[in-house]
């Protein structure tokens, strides 16, 4: 247990109409009832909230009017005794009240202090926490929902059976080792040994598959609109984000700087990137010009292609092409209001496999196409119940592949017919690495860097 008493603004900075202080530690009580005028806060119920008004104590000065809510170890956050005071949320109001409470006791918490005591004093174990900070950033529903599973525990049980496992059979070894006269005990260790690190095996690879799913529904599946300038880019853009963002007019060259939204499509969280057109100016498209989309490109785990309906193709759309050959690409035939002039065999012959969607964005028509378009793409076909446990997490992932990689080498030397003591160890580096997931075998220095991520007040 910490023995200090922290406290920080746990509410955004800026003006609101309430702003709360948080304290936590063994002090926290009656810190605030030193500096409470109203009722004797160690006196109340926990977590109960009482109104009163804050004076520093030295000068009897009045320092705010607030709502100051107790709750005591252990049933709180942090599982440490926790006052929360409400007060105005100005910010001369609010960072008043941190002083009074840090000039009478309290320390001043760093980023994520909060949660990494809830961490410290067994709450919740390394990825729930983690996923308490993912929470925070969620830029879309389903990244909020993969989130919240995690901080329900979902993931962390799941690493933790396939610990269990582990060590079932690295404890079968060891009555082995301690009984080597059985022969039958050692037939059944390596059978046991075996079936299980296949098992775990198996496990892992499937949580690694929902990674990939996983990190896109966190961050969004990062969309470039690409396409020679005028085509309707930005067009294409307000009209998925169902808002005016981005600047449209009939100059073509309207859009200068990359443009960035996070929009839900038929649930798949996009975060599309409005670029601005290639231009035609002769040695800006060469290398500028391409230069920079091929970067917006290289980066975009999907591009949406928009091609004019009634112009012809160019070099510049050639050229367009040729770079998002190998990338997930759609095709956005807009303007089809327009006379035709594009040629459509030659567009359907340059597209290769990608789909071909046709749009006028101006009379709104074709946009349920390529939304579903999207939503094939994303889900490949099959959607998911949202009841999956997905792996979202880099350093996870990061995790899951090394275990992954322990138990090969545990199998391979199990083919091998090696002594089960040498599988051994590649099994207990398998659970030790996994242990590192939840939070169970991490050092000092990884969990302060970690917990240094989150927010101030958190
Ligand atoms: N005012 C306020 N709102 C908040 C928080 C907070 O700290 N303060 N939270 C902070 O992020 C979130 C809520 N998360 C919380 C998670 C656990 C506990 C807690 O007390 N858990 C106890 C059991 C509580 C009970 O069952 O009565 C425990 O697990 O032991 C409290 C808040 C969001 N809203
Ligand atoms: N006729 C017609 N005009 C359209 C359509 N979609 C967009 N436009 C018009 O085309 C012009 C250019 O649209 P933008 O969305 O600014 O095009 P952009 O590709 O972002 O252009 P840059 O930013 O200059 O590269 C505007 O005048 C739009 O109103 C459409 O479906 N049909
Ligand atoms: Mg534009």
Redesign the pocket.
């Known amino acids: 247990m910490e023995t200090d008493t922290i406290s920080a603004i746990s509410t955004p900075m800026g003006e609101g109409a309430i702003a709360i202080v948080r304290l936590s530690g063994p002090e926290a009580v009656e810190i605030a009832s030193g500096i409470f005028k109203g009722k004797d806060l160690n006196e109340v119920d926990s977590h109960t909230i009482h109104y009163g008004k804050l004076v520093d104590p030295r000068t009897d000065e009045l320092v705010e009017e607030v709502m100051v809510s107790v709750m005591r170890a252990p049933k709180t956050f942090t599982r440490e005794d926790i006052v929360e005071i409400n007060c105005h949320g100005g910010m001369v109001s609010v960072n008043r009240v941190l002083e009074l409470v840090l000039g009478n006791g309290a320390r001043m918490a760093e980023p994520g202090e909060f949660t990494k005591r809830a961490f410290m004093n067994g709450r919740i174990d390394l990825s729930q926490a983690e996923a308490v900070m993912d929470l925070i950033r969620a830029k879309t529903d389903r990244a909020m929902n993969v989130a919240m599973k995690q901080i329900d525990g979902r993931l962390s049980k799941m690493i933790q059976d396939l610990r269990q496992d582990l060590l079932q059979s690295l404890a079968s070894v060891e009555v082995n080792i301690d009984y080597p006269e059985y022969d039958d005990v050692e037939e059944m260790t390596n059978e046991l040994m075996l079936t299980n690190t296949k098992k775990v095996h198996a496990e892992i690879e499937r949580l690694l598959q929902t990674a990939q799913q996983g990190k896109i529904l966190r961050e969004g599946l990062g969309t470039a609109i690409v ?10 853009m307000n009209t998925l984000v169902h808002e005016n963002k ?10 200068r700087d990359v443009i960035e939204e996070y929009v839900n499509v038929r649930g798949v969280p996009l975060r599309l990137i ?1 670029t ?2 290639i231009r035609e100016t002769e040695d800006l498209v060469e290398k500028i010009g391409v230069e920079r989309s091929r970067q917006v490109l290289k980066e975009a785990d999907l591009i949406l292609l ?1 091609m004019n309906y ?1 112009d012809e193709i160019t070099e510049e759309d050639e050229k367009l092409f040729e770079i998002v050959r190998d990338l997930d690409t759609i095709i956005i035939l ?5 006379q035709k002039k594009i040629n459509t065999e030659r567009l359907r012959e340059i597209a290769g496999d990608a789909p071909i969607v046709s ?5 709104e028509e074709g946009i349920d196409e390529l939304e579903d378009s999207i939503k094939d793409i994303f889900f490949e076909g099959e959607l998911d119940t949202g009841d999956m446990t997905y792996v979202s997490n880099v350093r996870h992932i990061q995790l899951l592949n090394q275990a992954k990689s322990a138990l090969e080498d545990a199998m391979n030397s199990m083919e091998m017919g090696m002594p089960i003591d040498l599988v051994q160890i590649d099994v207990t580096r398998t659970w030790e690495i996994l242990g590192e997931i939840v939070g169970d075998t991490v050092g000092d220095s990884l969990i302060d860097q970690l917990f240094s991520q989150f927010c101030l007040g958190k």
């Open positions: 396409g020679r300038p005028n085509v309707g880019k930005s067009s294409l981005a600047i449209v007019t009939d100059v073509p060259g309207t859009t409005d601005a057109g928009v009634g807009n303007k089809t209001d327009l749009t006028s964005l101006i009379k």
